[in-house]
């Protein structure tokens, strides 16, 4: 073989393990994001299976078991001591603080919709999340909104006006839920941390009312200390693991997908929430909520769309 032919082969291997190594890298992307939000939306079974317990004590069990998974793997890491030294000189703590608060606010709102079998609520949620995103990225950080920005939101608000009526209340806790989320995820931009460290230094915050929540419910005979079976200690003991694994799965695919292709997933949870609520659960499906429904829906296609466009047409201007 020539050293010609040699160097021309030398470069086809070479091109076709970067190409295996890039369609390997995408599949392994797609299969942490699908796990991730697949675990994010089957998540309520795990909360159904706990509902003979009060949902704040349930959150103050999830924060404690959290921050001890955290601190033993950010340990084994070597990212503790670093990661407390740049909260400190960074002054991150108030943006850590409120995010810490979110954070809980919208567990929190999560864990009682369920407890009070309003799964389908909590689906309306976090179908109106990315739309309450949208609407912080305009009125917050200035961003222009386009058309058919405006008509996507005019849609989920006829939503939330149609589903008023259908619940005969305005559906708070979905819209805690969505607005909660979409300021958390505000907030999570102007920190600078990597997930597990965000995560770690937000809990450890909310650490201490976790543990009065749980000494204040053990005074009670059904309390989690008092009444629960083998299977329910199980389960609690595991709360910091099923917080914590599908955030790091949704890591490891953010830094090997794009977002035109993590973005859509993010529908999987809400869409496994309504389905759950619905078909397992037996919560009332009325026309009305179908409608809701959807405008919510037909508005999420809408901006899915229109953001697939635009990422598309990016790279071509890009070398335009």
């Known amino acids: 073989m020539s050293s010609d032919a040699r160097e021309s082969h030398s470069q086809l291997v070479k091109s076709a393990d970067i190409s295996t190594s890039g369609t390997s890298s995408d599949q392994s992307g797609v299969l942490a994001g699908v796990a991730a939000y697949l675990m994010w939306g089957f998540i309520t079974v795990y909360w159904k299976a706990l509902k003979e317990f009060a949902p ?13 998974l955290l601190i033993v793997l950010l340990a084994l890491r070597g990212r503790l001591s670093p ?25 929190t709102t999560y864990v009682v919709v369920v407890h009070e079998g309003k799964v389908i609520e909590a689906a309306l949620g976090y179908f109106i999340a990315p739309l309450g995103t949208m609407l912080i990225g305009v009125k917050v950080l200035g961003e222009k909104i386009r058309p058919i920005q405006l008509a996507s939101a005019l849609l989920a608000l006829s ?9 005969g209340r305005v559906p708070y806790l979905a819209l805690a839920m969505a607005a909660s989320w979409a300021l958390y995820g505000l907030l999570k931009r102007q920190v600078p941390l990597q997930p597990l460290e965000s995560l770690m230094s937000e809990t450890v915050l909310l650490v201490i009312p976790a543990v009065g929540l749980i000494a204040w419910f053990s005074r009670y005979e059904n309390s989690v200390l008092h009444s629960a ?30 977002l035109t292709v993590l973005g859509p997933l ?10 759950l609520g619905w078909l397992v659960y037996h919560e009332e499906l009325t026309p009305s909520r179908i409608v809701g429904f959807g405008l919510v829906w037909i508005a999420l296609v809408i901006v899915t769309i229109d953001s697939i466009q635009r990422a598309r ?8």
């Open 313 to 320: 047409q990016a790279p071509t201007a890009k070398t335009q």
């Open 83 to 107: 990661l407390f030294r740049k909260i400190t000189t960074e002054h991150l703590w108030t943006r850590v603080s409120f995010a810490a608060i979110l954070l809980a606010i919208n567990w």
């Open 266 to 275: 993010q529908y999987s949870v809400p869409t496994i929430n309504f389905l």
């Open 56 to 68: 704040l004590e349930l959150i103050g069990y999830r924060i404690f078991m959290s921050v001890i």
């Open 159 to 167: 939503a939330v006006v149609v589903l008023t009526f259908s619940y």
């Open 229 to 258: 079976n083998f299977w329910h200690v199980v389960l609690v003991l595991l709360s910091g693991v099923i917080t914590a694994v599908p955030l790091l799965l949704f890591a490891a695919a953010a830094l090997k997908l794009p």
